[in-house]
């Protein structure tokens, strides 16, 4: 499975984004899904995760009531959509599935490449 995500750039704070990660292959409608982020100097970090139902949704309490997952199976591509962004929300925004939307990295199988995420003051 290979994952592309896309639509970061360049916010001022109180804007919004919408991330989107495209999967290849069948088997996407099978994984949860996770959006991490990774700050300069930080570790990688969950912000929110979708079960592969859809039932089970999860967020980092930095991002909670300001950020919603979403999935679309028969699309094969899973959504971000960030509000009243915050300047300490940038960061290189990833996706990944793996079998539990979980907060721990090593748990999941397959990484995107990243898409950077800058919300100035």
């Known amino acids: 499975v290979q994952l592309q995500a896309s639509g970061g750039g360049s916010v001022q704070a109180g804007g919004s984004l919408r991330l989107s990660c495209a999967a290849s292959?069948?088997?996407?409608?099978?994984?949860?899904i996770g959006w991490f982020r990774q700050a300069p100097d930080k570790e990688r970090e969950f912000v929110a995760g979708?079960?592969?139902?859809?039932?089970?949704?999860y967020y980092a309490d930095s991002v909670k009531g300001r950020f919603t997952i979403s999935r679309y199976n028969a699309r094969s591509t899973a959504y971000l959509q960030m509000n009243s962004l915050k300047p300490e929300d940038t960061a290189v925004y990833y996706c990944?599935?793996?079998?539990?939307?979980?907060?721990?990295?090593?748990?999941?199988?397959?990484w995107g490449q990243g898409t950077q995420v800058t919300v100035s003051s």
């Open positions: 990944t599935l793996g079998p539990r939307p979980v907060t721990n990295t090593d748990e999941y199988y397959y």
């Open positions: 292959g069948r088997t996407f409608n099978r994984y949860a």
């Open positions: 979708i079960s592969w139902t859809g039932d089970d949704i």
